[in-house]
């Protein structure tokens, strides 16, 4: 069964930093897309951030522009969101997100695998 896991969720305040990690069982990430999106309460979840297969290519919400980073390590089957900078509008479970192949971009219609998505909240 192919599974998706976020971890690095938490409480921290407005300009403070967090790292959210994504990792699979049952398949490895190498072989995929991967995207971060999030969910505010009684909003859309929309995209964050994506990353091509071996990471040459990135995109970001122009909301994570120059705040977030993307990066993967293919052998320790790990991509990760660095957040910094954050705000209390980047309040929201975040999601990572996987699909076979070549990155098309950072719509939710775009991947296949979910994960059960880690609680970020940004308040003071």
């Known amino acids: 069964q192919l599974q998706l896991v976020e971890s690095g969720g938490g409480l921290v305040q407005p300009g403070g930093s967090l790292r959210l990690s994504c990792t699979s069982s049952g398949f490895t990430l190498d072989y995929y897309a991967i995207g971060w999106f999030r969910q505010a309460p009684g909003k859309e979840r929309e995209g964050v951030s994506c990353?091509?297969?071996?990471?040459?290519?990135?995109k970001y919400a122009d909301s994570a522009e120059g705040r977030f980073t993307i990066s993967r390590d293919n052998a320790k089957n790990t991509v990760v969101l660095q957040m910094n900078s954050l705000k209390p509008e980047d309040t929201a479970i975040y999601y990572c997100a996987a699909v076979s192949g070549v990155l098309h971009g950072c719509s939710i219609y775009d991947y296949d695998y979910w994960g059960q998505g880690t609680q970020v909240t940004v308040s003071s």
């Open positions: 990353i091509s297969r071996a990471g040459e290519t990135t």
